[in-house]
């Protein structure tokens, strides 16, 4: 008897190069870390960053994004290198894509195509497929040339920016994916009434939202203060769909919703796509705005969450602050001979009396949800804030007749 030999098939990581430009808007250090941020993402989605480009442009240019000089040096990396797809950092138009992958012959997505491709991929429920699978088609519609030429190359293939929503076949004609759009907007109209219905049945119970830059701890905060089960990981939008929980502290219930996290640059898609999600941010009382103090850019990041929050109308709502991760931050210790001070050299000790005296009037904490650090203090906080919104709302509530 012939003995038939297993195959296990094991699928590769994409090996991908980034690609970034440094303008006068954008210095070398500002690249860098968008790049590395980038890389994050192309993690994420499941490739290998092999290597990063940048140059030096007052601006991108029409056509090409970048320089011929630097289109050749790159085609001739990834062909020596065997590399399978090329990210630039910026959104790319029409023109860009189609002159890009035809004058390097390498798969080209952008930022934005990257990061709904890794919302195609963790959309768990049936109304996050539907809000990823709109903000997809209205990406797609104006790209529809290119995407004709490319897919038609890459028939069968499957890999990062290729997660579409799910067609059997080719149909990219525009008219069918004006109809899909115009019938996912429809279907999302309707579950948006159906959630604002729900939101309207919780009562006057008084509502915190969790915000934040993505992979700051906000679901790992969500599990240690409602003891659920939120998915948590540390990669980049672990977390798509809003969670809402009735929590009781010291007999008094409030509801705490956890949401998706904020990025820079994130695609205008995106943002439309999840307003039902995000009108949990616009509806809540108090926002709680996790940051992850470990992190370098972590003030960048505030500055990004804060004009999201402009954008979307809730720049206006009580923010409580909560740097978190406190047992990861580390910093260069400061001797009296060293140059000046860098915040490089700041101890935990340090940023907090920095914070109070710029933001005063911004109540903040700082805690380590996955260690549990000062978890009793901020419960205390939180309680003392909902105590006093629920104070107002039921003046009566504890009266003795």
Do not use: C
Request: charged fraction near 30%; hydrophobic fraction near 40%.
């Amino acid at each position: 008897m012939i003995e038939k030999k297993k195959h296990i098939i094991s699928e590769e990581p994409e090996k991908a190069v980034l690609v970034g430009i440094i303008t006068p808007k954008q210095n070398e250090e500002k690249v860098k870390e968008y790049l590395d941020e980038l890389a994050f993402l192309a993690e994420t989605a499941g490739a290998v960053t092999i290597n990063k480009f940048t140059q030096r442009l007052d601006h991108a240019l029409t056509g090409t994004y970048i320089g011929t000089g630097k289109i050749e040096e790159i085609k001739a990396y990834v062909e020596t290198n065997d590399i399978d797809i090329v990210i630039f950092d910026d959104e790319l138009n029409p023109s860009q894509l189609r002159n890009l992958e035809k004058a390097i012959e390498r798969r080209v997505i952008d930022r934005t195509n990257l990061i709904l491709d890794i919302f195609a991929k963790r959309a768990k429920t049936a109304y996050a497929k539907t809000q990823v699978e709109l903000a997809q088609y209205q990406y797609m519609l104006p790209r529809l040339k290119r995407l004709w030429t490319h897919l038609e190359r890459q028939r069968g293939g499957k890999g990062i920016g290729m997660n579409g929503p799910g067609e059997t076949q080719l149909e990219t004609d525009r008219r069918i994916i004006l109809d899909k759009i115009s019938k996912l907007k429809d279907q999302l109209r309707k579950i948006d009434r159906q959630m604002a219905s729900q939101r309207s049945n919780r009562g006057n119970l008084v509502r915190l939202a969790i915000v934040g830059y993505t992979n700051v701890g906000k679901s790992t905060l969500m599990n240690t203060i409602a003891k659920t089960e939120v998915f948590a990981e540390n990669k980049l939008f672990a977390t798509l769909d809003t969670t809402v929980r009735k929590i009781v502290v010291e007999n008094l219930p409030f509801l705490l919703t956890d949401t998706v996290g904020f990025i820079r640059k994130l695609p205008h898609q995106l943002v439309e796509s999840f307003k039902s999600t995000l009108d949990e941010v616009r509806e809540a009382d108090v926002l709680l705005h996790v940051v992850d103090i470990s992190h370098p850019q972590f003030e960048d990041h505030i500055r990004v969450v804060n004009q999201t929050l402009k954008e979307i109308g809730s720049s206006d709502k009580p923010v409580f602050v909560v740097f978190n991760k406190i047992d990861a931050y580390t910093h260069k210790p400061y001797g009296p001979y060293d140059l000046p001070k860098t915040r490089a050299n700041y101890s935990l000790d340090d940023l907090m009396a920095e914070w109070k005296e710029n933001n005063s009037d911004v109540p903040a904490i700082f805690i380590s949800a996955k260690e549990k650090t000062n978890i009793d203090k901020f419960r205390s906080d939180v309680y003392n804030m909902i105590a006093e919104i629920h104070a107002g709302r039921y003046p009566f509530n504890d009266f003795l007749w």
